[in-house]
């Protein structure tokens, strides 16, 4: 059974850094592509960032694109999503998924994000 869990989130004022991590166990997280997604009060739950299975190319949503950067080291099956830059609309629950860039399988818990001004 694969299990995901995150960590790093916290609370930052705004033009802060912060980074998560989503450690993978039960199966090399190099057979799945990797993706966060994000979830405000209210909100419906949208797409942050993924990494491609072959290759490790990534993807952004706009409203990151240029802040944000998702990483993996597969040595250490882990997922990374370095975030800069924060601004109080970044405030969510984080959360990472695994599987098909069309078809996520695997879910964490989830990680709260708080940006304050």
């Known amino acids: 059974q694969v299990q995901l869990v995150e960590s790093g989130g916290g609370r930052v004022q705004t033009g802060g850094s912060l980074r998560l991590s989503c450690a993978v166990s039960?199966?090399?997280?190099?057979?799945?592509?990797g993706g966060w997604f994000r979830q405000a009060p209210g909100k419906e739950r949208e797409f942050v960032a993924s990494?491609?299975?072959?290759?490790?190319?990534?993807n952004y949503a706009d409203s990151v694109k240029g802040r944000f950067t998702m990483s993996r080291d597969t040595a250490k099956n882990t997922l990374y999503l370095q975030m800069n830059s924060l601004k109080t609309e970044d405030t969510a629950v984080y959360y990472c998924?695994?599987?098909?860039?069309?078809?996520?399988?695997?879910w964490g818990q989830g990680t709260q994000v708080t940006v304050s001004s």
């Open positions: 039960g199966r090399t997280f190099s057979t799945y592509a």
């Open positions: 998924a695994g599987g098909g860039l069309q078809n996520w399988m695997y």
């Open positions: 990494i491609r299975r072959i290759g490790g190319s990534t």
